[in-house]
């Protein structure tokens, strides 16, 4: 684990939790920037300045982002929040970049889940074939389905991709819980929860938050149109283990 050193954005100061390797680094960090201020409004690129990682530079990978849009209409509020991928690459051992997308500029708090692996460019190391463990979304009474859940477990990461496909009408404006077996329960990651079509923001997903602690996948409300067909809600993350 570490902190940022510094950044050009006005985000503060910013921790990790890491693991690293000398031919890729798994980080996760959760944090937020101000769209209003002068420090991201002078920015190109978004850059965290870090101590030494394990690599010089690495291949852009995708990193999930949201902001929260509520509006308030005579009767009810509609949830409209929103969200989209954006670059992220390692410039060289001190610098993490940032893909600096104004279309985001539409709210004044960007919410930014770091939770991937950056592959080093240009290592002259092989690949490793690494295996799938299976592991299932269990409930006493069961109300979410899921498809292509895709888990890979090493002694000091996690990865984990799933996707909700559909929820019995009872459940779909409840809270859900379900305990992911099989998944190590040695980490706690607030994740980006993407699916929906987004009525509000039509050029972005919707995008709720959901957690992840002691193995126990939870979520508590989602976005209006997240059952729309072609927008299943999914879960995308590299996590780092504890202890690690």
């Not at 939790?17 to 798994?26: L, R, S």
């Not at 991928?85 to 051992?93: A, F, L, P, Q, Y």
């Not at 708090?109 to 991937?116: G, K, L, N, T």
């Not at 409930?139 to 090493?154: A, E, G, M, N, R």
Request: charged share 25%; proline share 3%; with cysteine.
């Amino acid at each position: 684990m570490f902190n940022s050193i510094s950044n050009n954005f006005g985000a503060g100061v910013i921790q990790f939790k890491d693991y690293q390797e000398e031919n890729y680094v798994v980080l996760n960090a959760k944090f937020t920037y101000d769209t209003t201020s002068p420090e991201y409004q002078a920015a190109d690129v978004l850059e965290i300045k870090v101590p030494d990682l394990s690599i010089n530079r690495s291949a852009e990978t995708g990193v999930l982002v949201r902001f929260v849009d509520r509006r308030q209409y005579s009767s009810y509020t509609m949830n409209y929040d929103g969200g989209t991928v954006i670059r992220s690459w390692i410039k060289d051992k001190n610098t993490i970049c940032l893909e600096k997308l104004a279309t985001l500029e539409r709210a004044e708090e960007i919410i930014v889940y770091i939770q991937a692996m950056y592959v080093g460019k240009h290592k002259k190391t092989n690949a490793d074939m690494l295996t799938k463990t299976y592991v299932s979304f269990t409930q006493p009474t069961k109300y979410l389905y899921t498809s292509d859940v895709v888990c890979v477990i090493t002694e000091h990461w996690v990865f984990l991709h799933a996707e909700i496909t559909s929820v019995s009408y009872a459940y779909r404006d409840l809270p859900w819980e379900a305990t992911i077996q099989g998944l190590p329960t040695d980490f706690a990651l607030d994740i980006p929860f993407p699916g929906g079509y987004n009525q509000g923001n039509e050029d972005m997903d919707g995008m709720a938050e959901a957690r992840i602690e002691n193995g126990v996948f939870t979520n508590e409300e989602r976005v209006s149109g997240w059952g729309s067909t072609g927008h299943d809600a999914f879960i995308f993350l590299f996590a780092v283990r504890d202890g690690e």
